[in-house]
């Protein structure tokens, strides 16, 4: 799979990530490690070779399945990781580094990740420039190589670029989910931030899998997403899935591979996408190779709005 330059590092990611949030099995429901082990060995094996985790997924559960499964071939792979809004001071900071670097048995981390701005979910408020101060020693050491933030308006990102460089943007972006066009994607073009975009596939939504009545399993916290539980969103959403349809036939991929391949196909974007299992893990992959037209992106793009132009601002996809 071809590379791209992460920001002004010089990382080099693959345009399709995979994600982790569902190997730290909390608030996701029927995850196995052992599966989860398959999927990121099949992920690494198809050409995915940059893989993106979180301290909070699963308090460290996810880091330690990443370095159980992909530990032999280190060397070989990006590893992105997140320190959660509540250990944003600078101590808190240095020793979350610590606590990951130990769970994901490495003595460097490829990318670390503001994953929340100071505040969120009720943390203390943390001055960037103390948060940004950490990352930079933890640079310095050679502990992580690129700093990147996750969640974060255009406005702060600004702020901590004055204390540091910022490599990369994580912001919630799909064919479902574009508030980062209008406020951050401008900003990250001009100043050569990679976007990484989560949950790409709208937490399954554009694999076309969930069906008009879906019903999610007690404990699923995607039952709490705006583009499920709200009816008239699920209801344009399944309308744009049945226009999409034909799309994805003509270029002889699934739903799910036209989104990324979509996806990826926007300014300076990449895609994590999460797999359950190996079979999912090297679908995902295969949307690397499919190719879009000028014509069928701006077709695709038609279709998503449809769903997108009916949402509020809010960047934050959840009703937790």
């Not at 809004?85 to 003595?107: F, P, R």
């Not at 309308?239 to 036209?258: M, S």
């Not at 996408?273 to 793009?301: F, T, W, Y």
Request: hydrophobic letters at 40%.
């Amino acid at each position: 799979m071809e590379t791209r330059t992460l920001g002004k590092s010089d990382l080099k990611i693959t345009p399709i990530i995979m994600g982790t949030w569902q190997a730290g099995k909390a608030m996701w429901v029927g995850i196995e490690d052992s599966q989860s082990i398959q999927a990121l060995r099949a992920a690494f094996d198809a050409g995915i070779t940059t893989i993106d985790t979180a301290a909070v997924y699963g308090n460290g559960h996810s880091e330690k399945i990443v370095a159980e499964a992909l530990s032999d071939v280190r060397s070989q792979v990006v590893y992105a990781t997140k320190v959660f809004a509540n250990h944003l001071k600078y101590d808190q900071v240095i020793k979350a580094c610590e606590s990951s670097l130990k769970n994901m048995k490495t003595d460097y981390i490829d990318l670390y990740q503001i994953h929340w701005p100071s505040g969120s979910f009720g943390s203390e408020i943390v001055p960037i420039e103390e948060t940004m101060r950490a990352m930079n020693d933890l640079k310095q050491q050679g502990k992580i190589r690129a700093i990147g933030v996750s969640n974060f308006s255009r406005l702060q990102m600004e702020e901590a670029a004055q204390y540091g460089q910022i490599d990369s943007l994580q912001p919630p972006y799909s064919l479902f989910w574009r508030q980062v066009e209008t406020d951050q994607m401008p900003y990250c073009v001009a100043q050569n931030i990679a976007i990484i975009a989560y949950s790409s596939l709208a937490q399954g939504l554009l694999t076309g899998k969930f069906g008009p009545d879906h019903q999610f399993a007690e404990g699923d916290h995607r039952a709490k997403n705006k583009l499920f539980y709200q009816k008239d969103n699920y209801q344009r959403v399944q309308q744009a899935l049945e226009a999409l349809k034909p799309i994805a036939a003509r270029h002889n991929c699934t739903l799910a591979q036209l989104s990324l391949a979509w996806l990826i196909a926007q300014p300076q974007t990449c895609a994590i996408v999460g797999a359950r299992n190996a079979e999912q893990a090297i679908a995902n992959a295969k949307a690397a190779s499919v190719k879009l037209s000028p014509e069928a992106l701006a077709e695709i793009d038609a279709i998503g709005r449809t769903v997108t132009q009916h949402l509020d601002n809010n960047p934050v996809m959840w009703d937790f």
